[in-house]
């Protein structure tokens, strides 16, 4: 039976029914809390309805603070994951609690992190979101509608294709020599991402057990697309390998992602590069290994794209050099 009362400034339905937990709202109206009211009875009775009591107590900081430890350490990029997720944990959002939160809230967050951040940054911080709360949905009882979903996504930048010249290349390289306090893996970890076109995390997953300097070859078991790849390596790939410490952990380059962000970060400002990221590392090498291998199946297979149509996101020939070629 609901019992409706006036409490403080709003009317407060209250719904008791045997064998449910009791139900309580507050309404801005009388009305709102008896259609509020009536309709719960009427789910009660059809064995449709679903409490929302976990959603009124978990805010979304909760689910999140979830997610990183039971969720993320059994993901490809947990290291990564865990300082991405713990960062959104601060924002002010995170303190609503699943029940309240709103597709216009979500809105507000987008729309104030596009102030801050890339488009890119907020399109991935929403898909987190999404996949979070979805997650909870199916295994934890939180029983909301993804607010997320409804969300118009920014969007999506348009793909780079930015690649260093050769003049550029040797300011990089030189910029990463291990002089003074400089780190002594990122000149041979720039040089085999400008040789191999391999992503920085599989630079970073690299084990000296899997690379084959006879046979010039190394070993990927966890790639980003999840198969198997088999990397040729060049003569200067091979040389900068062989020219390395070995570190004690067996990983070639023991470097977390973020202490190579850094190191990048100043190797830039020392070669004087702009507007230049580790991951157009890639689209270099991709470009310059097109000229060595025109067959475009042998190119997907050394880079590790599936579709063709992915590859040419990431190959950009000279317009010059395709002109010479027609003759």
């Not at 409490?7 to 209250?14: L, M, P, S, V």
């Not at 937990?21 to 009775?45: N, Y």
């Not at 309240?100 to 951040?117: F, H, I, Q």
């Not at 003569?235 to 977390?256: E, I, K």
Request: aromatic share 6%.
């Amino acid at each position: 039976m609901a019992s409706i009362r006036f409490h403080g400034d709003r009317w407060q339905a209250r719904v008791r029914r045997k064998g449910f937990a009791v139900q309580s709202r507050s309404f801005l109206t009388h009305a709102d809390a008896q259609r509020w009211a009536r309709s719960l009875e009427i789910e009660m009775d059809r064995g449709t309805f679903v409490s929302a009591t976990e959603a009124n107590k978990t805010t979304l900081g909760d689910l999140i603070e979830r997610y990183r430890r039971e969720v993320t350490p059994t993901m490809k990029s947990a290291r990564d994951d865990l300082i991405r997720l713990a960062a959104i944990q601060r924002n002010s959002l995170c303190r609503t609690n699943m029940a309240s939160l709103t597709s216009g809230k979500v809105a507000k967050y987008r729309d104030e992190r596009l102030k801050c951040v890339s488009a890119g940054t907020v399109i991935r911080e929403l898909a987190y979101l999404s996949a979070i709360i979805n997650h909870a949905r199916r295994e934890w009882g939180i029983h909301v509608v993804n607010p997320v979903a409804l969300v118009r996504r920014p969007e999506s930048p348009k793909g780079r294709s930015r690649v260093l010249t050769p003049e550029e290349r040797e300011r990089l390289l030189e910029a990463l020599k291990p002089i003074g306090r400089r780190s002594v893996w990122m000149l041979p970890l720039v040089t085999l991402a400008l040789e191999t076109a391999m992503r920085r995390g599989e630079l970073l997953a690299l084990t000296w057990a899997n690379v084959d300097l006879r046979n010039r070859l190394a070993v990927l078991d966890d790639t980003k697309n999840g198969d198997r790849r088999l990397v040729p390596l060049s003569s200067q790939a091979v040389a900068a390998l062989n020219a390395m410490p070995r570190s004690l952990d067996g990983r070639v380059f023991p470097m977390s992602f973020f202490s190579v962000a850094a190191a990048f970060g100043r190797a830039l400002v020392r070669a004087d590069l702009e507007d230049l990221r580790f991951h157009d590392l890639r689209h270099t090498a991709i470009t310059a290994m097109a000229e060595k291998l025109p067959n475009l199946i042998e190119l997907a297979a050394v880079s590790g794209h599936k579709s063709l149509k992915m590859l040419q996101r990431y190959y950009h020939p000279s317009v010059q050099d395709l002109a010479r070629k027609l003759g």
